[in-house]
Structure formats: structure tokens, C-alpha cells
Nanobody, 123 residues
Framework: QVQLVESGGGLVLAGGSLRLSCVAS????????MGWFRQAPGKEREFVGA????????YDADSVKGRFTISRDNPKNTVYLQMNSLKPEDTAVYYC????????????????WGQGTQVTVSS
């Protein structure tokens, strides 16, 4: 079992930045690929980015490419999502998720999920 806790969300003006953190506990963090997803009201959960277990490979959704960066610190059991140049359409609840083996963009591939953190971008 892996427990995930996100933090760092909040209200920010368009063009601003936030850094989300996700701390894992319960199992060996470095065994897991990690993903970030988001869900806006009335919409399906959407892939944002993912990172493999070593941190050597990352994947980004086209909608955030060049603005968001995913990274991880295995000794701290933490994965980060640095979000720059935020837009109102980035407003959503952001979730981190964990899975064994490789990183993917499919929510159903991930076994463990955090409770989410709200990000609101005002124009």
C-alpha cells in the first residue's frame, strides 16, 4: 500500500506559478512511476505529466508542455509539479498517482491516488 498526499495548491493570477508536492509513504517510493493528473468540474480526469522511477524520463501533456515540469526526489519520497505561466484553463483539482513499472498517461494504469489539491487560476 502506498499513501500519497498532495500539497501546494491555491489561488494564483494568470501568468503566475505554483509548485505542487506529493509525498509518498508506505512502500519503497523509488519502485514506482509517478503521474500527475487533473480534473476540472464536469470534465474527465486528464493526464498532466509522468516520471519514471529513476527520474530520467518524463512525459508531458501537450496542453502543459513548456510550462509545467515534473521531477522527483527519491530520498525525500516526493514528486513535484512546477507550474509556470498558469492559465485560467489550468484550474482543476490536481492529483498525483503511483504505479509499478513504467510511467504512462492512462489514469487506469495507476493504482494509488492522493486526495488532490485545488489549483485556481484567475484572469
Amino acid at each position: 500500500q502506498v499513501q500519497l498526499v498532495e500539497s501546494g495548491g491555491g489561488l494564483v493570477l494568470a501568468g503566475g506559478s505554483l509548485r505542487l508536492s506529493c509525498v509518498a509513504s508506505g512502500r519503497t517510493f523509488s519502485n514506482y512511476a509517478m503521474g500527475w493528473f487533473r480534473q476540472a468540474p464536469g470534465k474527465e480526469r486528464e493526464f498532466v505529466g509522468a516520471i519514471n522511477w529513476t527520474g530520467s524520463t518524463t512525459y508531458d501533456a501537450d496542453s502543459v508542455k513548456g510550462r509545467f515540469t515534473i521531477s522527483r526526489d527519491n530520498p525525500k519520497n516526493t514528486v513535484y509539479l512546477q507550474m509556470n505561466s498558469l492559465k485560467p484553463e489550468d484550474t482543476a483539482v490536481y492529483y498525483c498517482a503511483a504505479r509499478m513499472y513504467g510511467a504512462t498517461s492512462r489514469p487506469n494504469d495507476y493504482i494509488y491516488w492522493g486526495q488532490g489539491t485545488q489549483v485556481t487560476v484567475s484572469s
